[in-house]
């Protein structure tokens, strides 16, 4: 298992695939482990090394990940029948805003199109189970969010926009409570709150 991990971290670098960064995987990794999460929705396989990574810590972990581009996904096809954790990771292609997904999740993990997050977030929130978290990562884009003084191009610095939007729109929503990890590229954490049943 250490050499594909280590295959497929070589891999990301040679074709500039934007896997997750190892503090922020490891600070996942605990939280998965802490909150006994056993059901995960991941939104952006890549080339599978984060469902792998978190399907390894236990068998009891289910994983649906979705990956629209082509390329991404046959490289995760192969990498998941690789790792054995094939009968733990369902591996979906196609666009996660265009399909509808059946289930319920103790954790969805947004981890594709910066500037859809907030689309991402109102899709897939109602598949989360009642003591559910979701965990949103590059929200701090390569260090982009914190020095807007930094030089960017348009593109860049509208995506960089939209990822401070998305922050907002976490920080206000009243039905989670959301903290944010500056580890690897910035986590944040939102949990459901719990619905008071005595009005
Ligand atoms: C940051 S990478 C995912 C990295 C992966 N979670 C990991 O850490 O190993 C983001 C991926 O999301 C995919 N993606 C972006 N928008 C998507 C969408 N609407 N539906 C499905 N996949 C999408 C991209 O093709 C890209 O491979």
Redesign the pocket.
């Known amino acids: 298992m250490n050499k594909l991990i280590e295959e497929m971290e070589k891999y990301a670098v040679e074709y500039d695939?934007?896997?997750?960064q190892k503090e922020g995987l490891a600070f996942f990794q605990r939280l998965i482990i802490e909150n006994h999460i056993k059901s995960i929705l991941?939104?952006?396989?890549?080339?599978?090394?984060?469902a792998i990574q978190l399907a390894r810590l236990d068998p009891d972990i289910h994983i649906v990940t979705?990956?629209?581009?082509d390329e991404?996904y046959m490289k995760a096809v192969e990498n998941i029948e690789r790792s054995g954790l094939k009968k733990q990771v369902t591996l979906i292609h196609?666009?996660?805003?265009e399909m509808d997904i059946d289930g319920k999740f103790d954790c969805i993990f947004i981890?594709?199109?910066k500037a859809?997050y907030i689309r991402f977030f109102e899709k897939y929130e109602k598949l989360l189970n009642d003591d559910g978290v979701i965990v949103s990562?590059?929200l701090s884009f390569h260090g982009y969010v914190e020095h807007p003084e930094r030089e960017m191009s348009r593109n860049l610095r509208g995506l960089v926009r939209k990822i401070k939007n998305y922050i907002v729109y976490l920080e206000n929503n009243e039905n989670y409570d959301t903290s944010f990890i500056n580890e690897g590229d910035g986590l944040a954490i939102s949990r459901k709150k719990k619905t008071n049943m005595i009005e």
Not at 94 to 97: P, Q, S
């Open positions: 695939i934007p896997i997750m991941e939104i952006g396989s890549a080339i599978g090394y984060s979705i990956e629209r581009d991404r196609g666009d996660a805003l981890d594709a199109a859809q990562d590059n």
